[in-house]
């Protein structure tokens, strides 16, 4: 077995958190860094032109090729759910999107226990990396850090027209849904750099990966955490295939996501004890609370035809279309090539009586039966709305003790009553908002789910049939203090020196809208909370 050699800090994931965590950390020269990743470096050309997700999602090259078990509430559908797999992690195949979420996000977090995650106690680590180009700095917004954020490089007649509609249904235009309260509508912010996708792992990799103390390895898969007792004390992985292992002189941080950390606690022997036991695994430590308490973002892809405006559906049905587009983007940046998969945004309310905004849209100038497959051939809009704080939880947990093997992921989409009544009442919204004289000229015509859907036990069925996750899983090692608990407030796993996780999975509740900037957030918190610890060892135990 071949040795790496010992570390300070061993980070596993060189994904959203990784990365911020291998910047921060080894900027003290004094300690050594090893930043792990599964997949490869970020050098296919698809990962850095925004449309490229297209050719990231599915790829083996770029993703871990995940799939859901089958859904009840998707009415017996199975959907594929992927993570990213190379230098930069999820930032390197998302949808660019820049959102913090809402202010009671972070706040609740706070009444949940978890000291200093409040939103006044997590805005200066949005501020301390966010440099922010679609807006004038503020007291909310900050520039030159490493997180770039621009407005998009395109805008569609439809899309305005839409943001004109839901304006006339009573929900106001807006040019920033970061600043607390993101009730509103507008084009989402991006993390672009001139029309080109901008990662964790060029923001904050790339810029210090000649560092004496920090040192990179990729197709490097964890396997198994090793323990003295109760304290880390090493890692087994393979490297390119081949076993190896490394000592870990300080700590051992998780960056694998809400599916990779999960596994790789079980795997070590930390999580249910009957369920390790099941497998073979020897219980180190007994936390019931690992790979419970998933949470997703599940999207009811509404779809319209439309005339009289184009959308891209018709723009890429020819080769001409295709070659057209194709120039825009090299010569300027803009056009189709650089979109985020969605363009136009909207927060709303299912009920008028709620606080803060309870449903996102993501609205898009196309439509097509589902990811991956060709746009369709007539003009046409989806306009894409989730639940941002649904109640149905689900797992992630292990089916076997080998390490290679893909765990069992199941979200429970659309388990709970309420959320299923946010869902027929999200595409009531939806048809209110087409409805209004500015959507007249185009002459909408719904098609899914239909016009003639419109009970509340049709609908619901029928959002089960259309709906698909817009790639948003947190909480599967959940922050807290209570029994199904698995990190403390300061991200330590409870009942184990040495071991922490950071990413998306110490998430206790789903924050309001698009995750990738909140774990960006999380890791440059956890990093000073390292720094800390390190200094002050009696704090840390």
């Excluded at 006339?168 to 309260?181: A, L, M, S, V, Y």
């Excluded at 790979?291 to 319209?304: F, K, S, T």
């Excluded at 069992?408 to 209110?432: F, G, K």
Aim: hydrophobic residues 35%; negative net charge; proline residues 6%.
């Amino acid at each position: 077995m071949k040795d790496l050699g010992t570390f300070d800090y061993v980070i596993v994931g060189a994904g959203s958190a990784g990365c911020v965590l291998a910047n921060r950390l080894s900027a003290d020269p004094d300690i050594s860094v090893l930043l792990l990743e599964a997949g490869g470096k970020d050098n296919y050309f698809w990962i850095h032109v925004p449309v490229g997700y297209l050719y990231c999602m599915n790829n083996p090259r770029t993703d871990w090729l995940f799939k859901t078990e089958v859904e009840e509430g998707l009415n017996g559908r199975s959907l594929d759910y992927p993570r990213g797999r190379v230098l930069g992690g999820c930032s390197s195949i998302n949808g660019m999107i820049y959102m913090r979420g809402q202010s009671r996000d972070y706040d609740q977090w706070r009444q949940l226990g978890n000291t200093g995650w409040g939103w006044d106690d997590v805005m200066p680590y949005f501020l301390k990396s966010e440099d922010q180009a679609a807006v004038p700095p503020d007291d909310l917004h900050a520039e030159g850090g490493e997180w770039r954020v621009e407005n998009q490089r395109l805008s569609w007649d439809l899309l305005d027209s839409f943001q004109e509609a839901a304006a006339q249904e009573g929900i106001p235009k807006t040019n920033d849904f970061n600043r607390g309260d993101n009730h509103g509508c507008g084009y989402f912010h991006v993390n672009q750099r001139s029309g080109i996708r901008w990662s964790t792992a060029k923001g904050f990799l790339k810029p210090v990966k000649g560092r004496s103390n920090l040192t990179v390895i990729t197709h490097a898969e964890a396997d198994r955490i090793e323990f003295n007792g109760k304290r880390v004390t090493g890692l087994t992985l393979r490297h390119k295939g081949d076993p190896a292992r490394v000592s870990v002189a300080g700590e051992l941080i998780l960056s694998a996501g809400s599916i990779g950390s999960p596994q790789i606690l079980e795997l070590s022997g930390i999580g249910q004890p009957d369920l390790l036991r099941e497998h073979g695994i020897d219980v180190v430590h007994g936390l019931n609370g690992v790979g419970e308490n998933l949470q997703d973002h599940l999207q009811v892809r509404c779809a319209y035809k439309v005339s009289g405006v184009k959308t891209l559906n018709e723009r890429t049905q020819s080769l001409f279309g295709k070659a057209g587009i194709a120039l825009e983007y090299l010569l300027k940046r803009s056009g189709p090539m650089s979109m985020a998969p969605s363009q136009l945004g909207a927060f709303a309310k299912s009920d008028p009586s709620l606080e803060f905004p309870n449903l996102q849209y993501h609205v898009q100038p196309l439509t097509l039966e589902k990811f991956g497959e060709p746009l369709h051939p007539f003009p046409a809009f989806t306009a894409s709305v989730c639940n941002l704080r649904p109640e149905s939880r689900g797992t992630v947990h292990i089916k076997s003790g080998t390490p290679g093997d893909k765990p069992s992921i199941r979200p429970n989409y659309l388990s709970v009553h309420a959320d299923r009544m946010v869902a027929v009442e999200a595409i009531r919204l939806t048809r209110r908002i087409v409805n209004q004289p500015a959507m007249a000229q185009f002459a909408p015509e719904e098609f899914k789910p239909g016009p003639e859907v419109e009970s509340d036990e049709d609908l619901a069925r029928a959002a089960g049939d259309i709906a698909t996750t817009i790639f948003h899983p947190v909480g599967t090692a959940k922050m807290g203090s209570d029994d199904t608990a698995v990190v403390d407030d300061r991200l330590r796993v409870h009942g184990i020196k040495g071991l922490r996780v950071v990413d998306a999975s110490v998430m206790p509740t789903i924050t309001s809208g698009n995750t990738n900037s909140p774990i960006i957030m999380i890791a440059e918190k956890a990093a000073n909370m390292i720094r800390e610890d390190r200094r002050a060892p009696a704090k840390a135990a």
